[in-house]
């Protein structure tokens, strides 16, 4: 199994431009969960899907990000527009539906992502 | 609020040498706690949870409640352990997501 993908790897925009980012969950994962990492900092929870549906945005830093997963498979996250601070690593992360936090997280390999 | 410190940003060791990484926590409760690392060039991977109790690639973590920590041990490191490893936390409230430390680099020279 390929295990959870993320495209692209790397992007560099210029501040102002738009960006979007896609996640591949491990198949049959109903959680999908997007952090990022800023750098020198700590990685940071974004939101949380369940399916389609949104459990927890609590992380989304502003209005700038778009988060979408439709269908309940992949899902985005779009930029717009982007700024110089939004630059650093985005993880996505999968697991099986669960009650408890009991379930690994398996992490995509991130986009590090570059706003000049 | 949940809260994971790890107080050191890097750890350099010579193979053979014992290693213990820090980890402390702010949690309301009982909680259930990770140790992630990422090597290099690779995706970030669990490596233990407390509740498994269990070895992994010879580390091991003790959660002691009194103290509010979760270090993670190693009595001999190895070369291939040079990785970046983080403490996490899944938070409470239904969202599971999780509160991660800083991370610190370990390095273990030859």
């Known amino acids: 199994e390929a295990g959870v993908t993320q495209f692209p790897s790397h992007s560099v925009i210029e501040k102002g431009q738009t960006v979007t980012l896609r996640c591949d969950p491990i198949?049959?994962?109903?959680?999908l969960y997007w952090y990022r990492r800023v750098m020198g900092k700590e990685i940071k929870f974004l939101l949380h899907f369940v399916k389609e549906s949104k459990q927890d945005e609590s992380g989304m830093p502003n209005n700038r990000f778009l988060a979408e997963r439709t269908g309940g498979t992949y899902s985005t996250l779009k930029v717009q527009p982007a700024e110089l601070e939004d630059s650093g690593v985005y993880f996505c992360?999968?697991?099986?539906?669960?009650?408890?936090?009991?379930?690994?997280?398996?992490f995509g390999p991130g986009t590090r992502l570059t706003v000049t | 609020a949940q809260r994971v410190t790890q107080p050191e940003k890097l750890l350099s060791v010579f193979k053979g040498a014992p290693v213990e990484l820090k980890c402390n926590y702010s949690?309301?409760?009982?909680?259930?706690l990770f140790w992630y690392v990422q090597y290099s060039r690779q995706r970030l991977q669990l490596l233990l949870r407390?509740?498994s109790r269990e070895s992994i690639k010879g580390f091991t973590a003790d959660l002691n409640k009194g103290e509010t920590s979760f270090h993670l041990k190693k009595p001999f490191a190895q070369e291939e352990d040079s990785a970046m490893y983080y403490c996490a936390l899944p938070t409470q409230g239904g969202s599971e997501k999780l509160v991660f430390g800083k991370g610190m680099k370990l390095t273990v020279n030859p």
């Open positions: 407390h509740i």
């Open positions: 949690y309301s409760g009982s909680p259930e």
């Open positions: 198949s049959g994962h109903d959680n």
């Open positions: 992360a999968s697991s099986l539906r669960g009650t408890g936090p009991s379930y690994e997280q398996y």
